[in-house]
């Protein structure tokens, strides 16, 4: 029962090009969605979120599109840069009042080649 | 400013010993959740704790499987008689209380127990 799904294993861009990772989910209420970044052997490392009321949130190099009807969201680096390349995770939450696990998809390798 | 701290790094156990992992949250951090990682897979939710308090763990194997946060002290996830098929990685992630208010979700990662099963 994959709830979150990243049916791109891989991904190759060449630096300074737009990267765009992709995401599916199927349980409709997860209303707060999440991307991470993880390098081998560390933790992974929060890079942007969106709540369910938005289709979009910005920050930097980093845009994050919700479509809920489409139950889809998408991360987009731009420009992609070599230090990008990480294995990038989906996760999605349905918020409490007590705090909420991730769900997460099966992670998607970048590599940005120079 | 130290993040969420995993010790141990790496642990290297054989089938039936046990194995226990340690999870220190980020300083003011009261929610404390574990994740294992199988190889060429994502993450999976075990289990979310507050001070004294299990508060999901919907995710826990039924058996061999523990945790808990006590009042002082990190976090501790044990797996009793252990098997090859505990190998994982095993991440620890924290929030501050009530984060939720805040309008973020966002819960900080420490960098993972590898646990082998010799």
């Known amino acids: 029962d994959q709830q979150v799904k990243q049916n791109s294993p891989s991904l190759s861009v060449q630096e300074g090009r737009i990267s765009i990772l992709n995401c599916d989910y199927t349980n409709s209420m997860f209303d707060y969605f999440l991307w991470y970044k993880k390098y081998p052997a560390e933790g992974p490392t929060f890079l942007i979120s969106i709540s369910s009321i938005k289709d979009k949130n910005e920050d930097g190099r980093f845009t994050v599109f919700l479509n809920k009807s489409a139950k889809h969201l998408s991360l987009h680096i731009v420009p992609s840069q070599p230090g990008d390349s990480a294995v990038y995770f989906c996760a999605a939450s349905v918020r409490e009042t007590s705090g909420s696990r991730l769900t997460f998809g099966e992670g998607t390798q970048l590599t940005v080649n120079p | 400013n130290a993040g969420v701290m995993q010790n141990p790094r790496h642990l290297v156990r054989r089938r039936g010993q046990e194995a226990r992992l340690r999870c220190s949250p980020m300083k003011g951090h009261s929610h404390v959740y574990w994740y294992r990682q199988l190889p060429e897979e994502g993450l999976k939710f075990m289990v979310y704790?507050?001070?004294?308090?299990?508060?999901?763990e919907s995710g826990m194997p039924k058996e061999r499987f523990s945790a808990e946060f006590p009042k002082e002290g990190p976090s501790i996830l044990r797996i009793q008689q252990v098997v090859r098929g505990d190998s994982a990685a095993y991440f620890c992630?924290?929030?501050?209380?009530?984060?939720?208010?805040?309008?973020?979700?966002?819960?900080?990662f420490g960098p993972g127990t590898r646990l082998t099963v010799l």
């Open positions: 992630a924290s929030s501050p209380p009530r984060f939720f208010t805040s309008g973020t979700h966002e819960q900080f």
């Open positions: 704790l507050q001070k004294e308090n299990i508060i999901d």
